[in-house]
Protein backbone atom coordinates (compact mmCIF):
# COMPACT_ATOMS: atom_id res chain seq x y z
CA UNK A 1 0.00 0.00 0.00
CA UNK A 2 1.32 3.27 -0.89
CA UNK A 3 1.84 5.83 2.25
CA UNK A 4 -0.10 8.12 0.29
CA UNK A 5 -3.08 7.74 -2.09
CA UNK A 6 -4.94 9.72 -4.30
CA UNK A 7 -7.22 9.59 -7.04
CA UNK A 8 -5.46 10.48 -9.74
CA UNK A 9 -8.61 11.99 -12.07
CA UNK A 10 -8.68 13.20 -13.64
CA UNK A 11 -11.43 16.08 -12.66
CA UNK A 12 -13.25 18.03 -14.73
CA UNK A 13 -15.31 20.79 -14.03
CA UNK A 14 -16.74 24.03 -15.36
CA UNK A 15 -15.57 27.67 -14.41
CA UNK A 16 -17.47 28.63 -11.29
CA UNK A 17 -17.84 24.80 -9.58
CA UNK A 18 -16.73 23.40 -6.58
CA UNK A 19 -14.41 20.81 -6.23
CA UNK A 20 -13.03 18.48 -3.55
CA UNK A 21 -10.30 16.08 -3.32
CA UNK A 22 -8.99 13.81 -0.69
CA UNK A 23 -6.38 12.05 0.45
CA UNK A 24 -5.56 9.23 2.24
CA UNK A 25 -2.21 8.29 4.09
CA UNK A 26 -0.96 4.96 5.97
CA UNK A 27 1.50 6.37 8.45
CA UNK A 28 -0.50 6.96 12.15
CA UNK A 29 2.32 8.86 13.09
CA UNK A 30 2.70 11.46 10.03
CA UNK A 31 2.98 14.71 11.82
CA UNK A 32 2.36 17.33 9.08
CA UNK A 33 0.09 18.05 6.15
CA UNK A 34 0.57 19.90 2.85
CA UNK A 35 -1.45 20.49 -0.27
CA UNK A 36 1.46 21.18 -3.11
CA UNK A 37 0.05 22.79 -6.74
CA UNK A 38 1.88 21.29 -9.56
CA UNK A 39 1.18 23.04 -12.94
CA UNK A 40 2.57 20.75 -16.05
CA UNK A 41 6.28 20.04 -16.28
CA UNK A 42 7.03 22.79 -13.67
CA UNK A 43 8.09 22.58 -9.97
CA UNK A 44 5.52 21.72 -7.13
CA UNK A 45 4.30 24.83 -4.77
CA UNK A 46 3.71 24.55 -1.22
CA UNK A 47 -0.53 25.72 -1.55
CA UNK A 48 -1.42 25.37 1.90
CA UNK A 49 -0.59 23.70 5.36
CA UNK A 50 -3.18 21.49 6.42
CA UNK A 51 -4.34 21.61 10.70
CA UNK A 52 -6.82 19.68 12.14
CA UNK A 53 -9.19 22.11 12.99
CA UNK A 54 -9.55 23.15 9.34
CA UNK A 55 -7.70 26.33 7.86
CA UNK A 56 -8.74 28.57 4.91
CA UNK A 57 -6.74 30.84 2.38
CA UNK A 58 -9.62 32.17 0.41
CA UNK A 59 -11.54 30.17 -2.18
CA UNK A 60 -9.49 27.16 -0.73
CA UNK A 61 -10.21 25.19 2.53
CA UNK A 62 -8.17 22.06 3.79
CA UNK A 63 -9.45 19.55 6.78
CA UNK A 64 -7.11 16.97 8.25
CA UNK A 65 -9.00 14.00 9.69
CA UNK A 66 -6.50 12.03 11.95
CA UNK A 67 -8.62 9.61 13.26
CA UNK A 68 -9.55 8.26 9.95
CA UNK A 69 -5.81 9.41 8.34
CA UNK A 70 -7.53 11.59 5.34
CA UNK A 71 -7.02 15.30 4.11
CA UNK A 72 -9.23 17.07 2.22
CA UNK A 73 -8.79 20.08 -0.36
CA UNK A 74 -12.11 22.03 -0.96
CA UNK A 75 -11.78 24.27 -3.91
CA UNK A 76 -14.82 27.37 -4.28
CA UNK A 77 -15.71 29.32 -7.51
CA UNK A 78 -13.36 27.19 -9.58
CA UNK A 79 -11.12 29.24 -12.28
CA UNK A 80 -9.61 28.22 -15.31
CA UNK A 81 -6.13 29.02 -13.68
CA UNK A 82 -6.66 26.32 -10.79
CA UNK A 83 -6.34 24.15 -13.50
CA UNK A 84 -2.65 21.73 -12.75
CA UNK A 85 -2.11 18.94 -10.53
CA UNK A 86 -2.70 18.50 -6.58
CA UNK A 87 -0.29 17.06 -4.57
CA UNK A 88 -0.80 15.48 -0.90
CA UNK A 89 2.10 15.54 1.41
CA UNK A 90 2.79 14.26 4.53
CA UNK A 91 5.60 14.20 6.97
CA UNK A 92 5.87 11.37 9.47
CA UNK A 93 7.92 11.22 13.01
CA UNK A 94 11.85 10.25 12.45
CA UNK A 95 11.73 11.28 8.94
CA UNK A 96 12.95 15.07 10.15
CA UNK A 97 11.72 17.27 7.21
CA UNK A 98 10.94 14.87 4.54
CA UNK A 99 8.79 15.25 2.53
CA UNK A 100 6.46 12.34 1.07
CA UNK A 101 4.24 12.53 -2.09
CA UNK A 102 1.29 11.55 -3.11
CA UNK A 103 1.25 10.83 -7.04
CA UNK A 104 -1.33 13.89 -7.66
CA UNK A 105 -4.85 14.93 -8.33
CA UNK A 106 -5.36 16.34 -12.04
CA UNK A 107 -7.76 19.26 -12.14
CA UNK A 108 -9.17 20.83 -15.65
CA UNK A 109 -11.29 23.68 -15.17
CA UNK A 110 -13.15 24.51 -18.39
CA UNK A 111 -15.07 27.36 -19.76
CA UNK B 1 18.15 34.55 -10.19
CA UNK B 2 16.17 31.41 -8.56
CA UNK B 3 16.58 30.42 -5.01
CA UNK B 4 17.03 26.83 -6.40
CA UNK B 5 18.88 26.25 -9.52
CA UNK B 6 19.26 23.38 -11.47
CA UNK B 7 21.38 22.61 -14.58
CA UNK B 8 21.25 21.15 -16.99
CA UNK B 9 17.24 21.47 -18.02
CA UNK B 10 17.48 19.26 -20.08
CA UNK B 11 19.73 16.61 -21.20
CA UNK B 12 19.38 13.59 -23.47
CA UNK B 13 22.24 10.99 -22.79
CA UNK B 14 22.84 7.14 -24.03
CA UNK B 15 23.03 4.49 -21.82
CA UNK B 16 26.18 3.67 -20.03
CA UNK B 17 27.08 7.23 -19.82
CA UNK B 18 27.97 9.30 -16.86
CA UNK B 19 25.89 12.12 -16.05
CA UNK B 20 25.80 14.92 -13.13
CA UNK B 21 23.06 16.76 -12.46
CA UNK B 22 23.51 20.45 -10.48
CA UNK B 23 21.66 22.05 -8.10
CA UNK B 24 22.92 25.55 -6.04
CA UNK B 25 20.69 27.66 -3.84
CA UNK B 26 20.88 31.27 -2.56
CA UNK B 27 18.55 30.28 0.53
CA UNK B 28 21.17 29.50 2.81
CA UNK B 29 19.03 26.35 3.74
CA UNK B 30 21.09 23.75 5.27
CA UNK B 31 18.89 20.99 4.07
CA UNK B 32 18.92 19.83 0.53
CA UNK B 33 17.42 17.05 -1.38
CA UNK B 34 16.60 15.15 -4.84
CA UNK B 35 13.52 13.88 -5.85
CA UNK B 36 12.74 12.10 -8.95
CA UNK B 37 9.30 12.45 -10.66
CA UNK B 38 7.84 9.01 -12.84
CA UNK B 39 4.42 9.51 -14.06
CA UNK B 40 2.04 8.17 -12.09
CA UNK B 41 4.59 7.82 -9.22
CA UNK B 42 4.87 11.29 -7.84
CA UNK B 43 7.93 12.32 -6.75
CA UNK B 44 10.10 9.78 -4.86
CA UNK B 45 13.25 10.83 -2.27
CA UNK B 46 16.86 9.66 -4.06
CA UNK B 47 19.10 11.28 -1.40
CA UNK B 48 19.39 14.39 0.88
CA UNK B 49 21.95 15.64 3.20
CA UNK B 50 21.17 18.09 6.23
CA UNK B 51 25.08 19.75 6.28
CA UNK B 52 27.88 19.62 3.79
CA UNK B 53 29.05 16.31 5.88
CA UNK B 54 25.69 14.26 5.86
CA UNK B 55 24.44 12.26 2.95
CA UNK B 56 21.79 9.73 3.49
CA UNK B 57 19.88 7.45 0.92
CA UNK B 58 16.40 7.95 0.53
CA UNK B 59 14.00 5.68 -1.00
CA UNK B 60 15.19 4.71 -4.30
CA UNK B 61 19.92 5.54 -4.13
CA UNK B 62 20.40 2.87 -6.41
CA UNK B 63 22.26 3.86 -9.53
CA UNK B 64 22.39 7.23 -8.09
CA UNK B 65 25.33 8.79 -6.21
CA UNK B 66 25.46 12.30 -4.31
CA UNK B 67 27.91 15.28 -3.53
CA UNK B 68 27.62 18.17 -0.77
CA UNK B 69 30.42 20.18 -1.89
CA UNK B 70 29.58 22.87 -0.09
CA UNK B 71 26.19 24.15 1.83
CA UNK B 72 24.87 25.74 -1.45
CA UNK B 73 25.95 23.14 -4.04
CA UNK B 74 24.32 19.10 -4.03
CA UNK B 75 24.90 17.39 -7.00
CA UNK B 76 23.20 14.11 -8.10
CA UNK B 77 25.77 11.65 -10.73
CA UNK B 78 24.22 8.71 -12.45
CA UNK B 79 27.02 6.51 -12.70
CA UNK B 80 26.31 4.28 -15.60
CA UNK B 81 23.02 5.91 -16.94
CA UNK B 82 19.69 3.51 -17.78
CA UNK B 83 16.96 4.26 -19.96
CA UNK B 84 14.40 3.63 -16.88
CA UNK B 85 16.23 6.45 -15.17
CA UNK B 86 14.63 8.61 -18.02
CA UNK B 87 12.49 11.23 -15.34
CA UNK B 88 11.93 14.74 -14.24
CA UNK B 89 14.87 15.21 -11.41
CA UNK B 90 13.93 17.54 -8.88
CA UNK B 91 16.17 19.60 -6.21
CA UNK B 92 14.79 20.84 -3.27
CA UNK B 93 15.94 22.62 0.10
CA UNK B 94 14.82 23.52 3.89
CA UNK B 95 15.53 24.90 7.01
CA UNK B 96 14.92 23.11 9.87
CA UNK B 97 13.20 24.47 13.00
CA UNK B 98 10.17 25.93 11.00
CA UNK B 99 6.83 25.29 11.49
CA UNK B 100 6.19 23.50 8.20
CA UNK B 101 9.55 21.89 6.33
CA UNK B 102 8.76 24.71 3.33
CA UNK B 103 10.35 22.95 0.59
CA UNK B 104 11.51 25.52 -2.50
CA UNK B 105 12.05 23.51 -5.64
CA UNK B 106 14.35 23.94 -8.72
CA UNK B 107 12.60 24.12 -11.96
CA UNK B 108 13.87 20.24 -12.58
CA UNK B 109 15.90 18.80 -14.71
CA UNK B 110 14.52 16.21 -18.14
CA UNK B 111 16.81 13.47 -18.36
CA UNK B 112 16.11 10.98 -21.06
CA UNK B 113 18.62 8.05 -21.39
CA UNK B 114 18.42 6.42 -24.62
Known amino acids: RKEVEQDPGPFNVPEGATVAFNCTYS??????FFWYRQDCRKEPKLLMS???SGNEDGRFTAQLNRASQYISLLIRDSKLSDSATYLC????????????FGTGTRLQVTL | DADVTQTPRNRITKTGKRIMLECSQT?????MYWYRQDPGLGLRLIYY???????NKGEISDGYSVSRQAQAKFSLSLESAIPNQTALYFC?????????????FGSGTRLTVV
Open chain 2, 49 to 55: SFDVKDI
Open chain 1, 27 to 32: NSASQS
Open chain 2, 27 to 31: KGHDR
Open chain 1, 50 to 52: VYS
Open chain 2, 92 to 104: ATSEPGQSFPGYT
Open chain 1, 89 to 100: VVTSTGTASKLT
